[in-house]
C-alpha cells in the first residue's frame, strides 16, 4: 500500500511530509503536522490499525528551543530535504542541552546564518530525553553557508558553544545524530493549500 493511501481513505485533515534518508542508514519518515493530541486521536479513529510494521513518536513543539522557528514553518511547504538532528540525552541533563541551544542560536544569529529550524520534545515512542530538531531545506546549496569559515568576530561565541557541547556530553548526553532526508511528494499527504507554495513539486503532472 503506498504510504500516503491512508491518509487519503480516512480523509485526514492534517498534512504528512514523507520523506527518505540520503545519509545515514536507509530509512522512510512520515511527519505528520497536528495541531493538538485531539487531532491525532481523529486521525487514529479515521485510518484505524496501520497493517504495517513501523515506529511511531509523539512530540510536543519547543518554541523557546526553535532557531527562527516562524520562517522554518514557512519553509515547510517549500522544502525539498530536512536536516533532523535527534539529542538523546538524561534526563537531569535537559539544562545543559537548554544551553547547548541558546549557544546554537548565538552562534547562527553571529554569522546570520540561513537556517532556521523547529525543536520538539518526544513524549511517546522513545526514551525520555529525546529531542528533535527539524530544518527545513529548500536546497542543499543552503548546507554551503553552514561550513563557512567563522569570522574573528564569531569565534569567541563558537568557542564557548564548543565547551558546553563538550560538557553535555561529558555529564549527559547519550547521543546524537545528524541525517540528511530527501522529500518524496508521492509518499506525502498535504492539502492544495500547503501544496500551493510549491504546486510543481507536490502536483506534478507526470
Not at 75 to 97: G, K, N, S, W
Request: glycine share 6%; proline share 6%.
Amino acid at each position: 500500500m503506498a504510504p500516503a493511501r491512508p491518509y487519503a481513505n480516512a480523509r485526514a485533515a492534517v498534512d504528512a511530509l514523507g520523506m527518505v534518508s540520503i545519509t545515514g542508514v536507509p530509512e522512510a519518515w512520515q511527519i505528520e503536522l497536528h495541531q493538538s493530541f485531539a487531532g491525532i486521536e481523529d486521525l487514529d479513529k479515521a485510518a484505524g490499525p496501520a497493517g504495517s510494521s513501523h515506529r511511531t513518536l509523539i512530540a510536543f513543539y519547543r518554541p523557546g528551543w526553535s532557531y527562527r522557528a516562524d520562517q522554518a514553518i514557512r519553509m515547510f511547504p517549500r522544502a525539498h530535504y530536512f536536516h533532523i538532528t535527534v539529542y538523546c540525552v538524561r534526563p537531569d541533563a535537559e539544562d545543559q542541552l537548554g544551553e547547548l541551544v541558546k549557544l546554537r542560536r548565538l552562534s547562527a544569529d553571529s554569522v546570520n546564518l540561513d537556517r532556521p529550524d523547529l525543536a520538539y520534545q518526544v513524549v511517546s515512542g522513545a526514551p525520555s530525553g529525546t529531542f528533535l530538531f527539524l530544518a527545513p531545506l529548500t536546497s542543499l546549496k543552503a548546507m554551503d553557508e553552514g561550513v563557512a569559515k567563522i569570522p574573528v568576530y564569531a569565534e569567541a561565541t563558537a568557542a564557548a558553544r564548543a565547551k558546553t557541547a563538550s560538557q553535555v556530553s561529558a555529564d549527559g548526553e547519550i547521543s546524537r545524530e545528524h541525517t540528511l532526508f530527501r522529500v518524496e511528494p508521492r509518499m506525502s499527504y498535504v492539502s492544495d493549500d500547503f501544496a500551493e507554495a510549491d504546486r510543481e513539486f507536490w502536483r506534478p503532472k507526470n
